[in-house]
């Protein structure tokens, strides 16, 4: 069971890591003297579980198992705009707000099939 548990621990260091204020509330972004900071509502899944031996098994030192899994989400909620008329906070919503979740999750596939393809034509010569 000390394997399920170092599982269990790695995979929390990792999620903790991942999940910060930075993650909620976003880097500031500049543009033309208008500053915006995007908040995010984040969320994340987990589990684990664990085995051991029995019987004839067990006394041979055979049979062990574990395993941990894990999922973490991201949603653009709002933007805080920083002008000079002053502070607001304009939210996202609806289409807007899944557009960027479709991007968010989109991007990393056409970034994977741009690098396939470029190895590609990099072996072709």
Do not use: C, H, Y
């Given at each position: 069971?000390?394997?399920?548990?170092?599982?269990?621990?790695?995979?929390?260091?990792?999620?903790?890591?991942v999940?910060?204020?930075k993650?909620?509330?976003?880097?500031?972004i500049?543009?033309q003297?208008?500053?915006?900071?995007?908040?995010?509502?984040?969320?994340f899944?987990?589990?684990s579980?664990?085995?051991?031996g029995?019987?004839?098994?067990?006394?041979?030192?055979?049979?062990?198992?574990?395993?941990t899994?894990?999922?973490?989400?991201v949603?653009p909620?709002?933007v805080?705009?920083?002008?000079?008329?002053?502070?607001?906070?304009?939210?996202?919503?609806?289409?807007?707000?899944?557009?960027?979740?479709?991007?968010?999750?989109?991007?990393?596939?056409?970034?994977?099939?741009?690098?396939e393809?470029?190895?590609?034509?990099?072996?072709?010569?």
């Open positions: 069971m000390e394997e399920v548990t170092n599982l269990v621990k790695t995979t929390l260091g990792e999620i903790e890591k999940l910060s204020t993650t909620v509330v976003g880097e500031p500049t543009i003297g208008i500053t915006l900071v995007p908040l995010i509502s984040a969320g899944g987990f589990g579980g664990g085995g051991s029995r019987g004839e098994a067990q006394r041979q030192g055979e049979g062990a198992g574990g395993g899994g894990g999922a973490a989400w949603k909620v709002a805080v705009i920083v002008d000079k008329e002053g502070v607001r906070i304009e939210a996202i919503m609806g289409s807007m707000a899944s557009a960027m979740e479709r991007l968010g999750e989109t991007l990393p596939r056409i970034i994977e099939k741009l690098m393809r470029w190895e590609q034509r990099k072996k072709e010569g």
